[in-house]
């Protein structure tokens, strides 16, 4: 909806409109017939023109065997592997 003079005009949504919720200052956007807030769509994300994230990457293998176990060091690594799972940025 939008204000004009006769008063508040009401709009249908349509396909990929967007808006912005003054309250919180999130985007919002018109996607498969309904409002969807706090997801961005992107190829990738950049911090002051460094890329730091991207399309997601293949899977790593939890670690095991070897001729050396450090247990301090693998649980160190799946904690890492863990996180990286979790935000989604390898398979």
């Given amino acids: 909806m939008r204000g004009s003079e006769g008063g ?3 709009v249908t949504p349509q396909e990929g409109m967007q808006l912005v919720d003054k309250g919180s200052g999130e985007v919002m956007a018109f ?10 769509h992107a190829r990738e994300l950049r911090v002051n023109g460094t890329t730091v994230v991207r399309e997601q990457q293949s899977a790593i293998s939890d ?3 070897g001729a050396t ?3 301090e060091c693998r ?3 799946l904690a890492i592997l863990t996180s990286l799972r979790a935000h989604g ?3």
């Fill in 8 to 10: 508040w005009r009401f």
């Fill in 31 to 40: 996607r498969s017939g309904a409002w969807e807030s706090g997801v961005v």
């Fill in 63 to 65: 670690p095991s065997g």
């Fill in 69 to 71: 176990t450090d247990s």
């Fill in 75 to 77: 649980a160190a690594v």
């Fill in 89 to 91: 940025l390898i398979g």
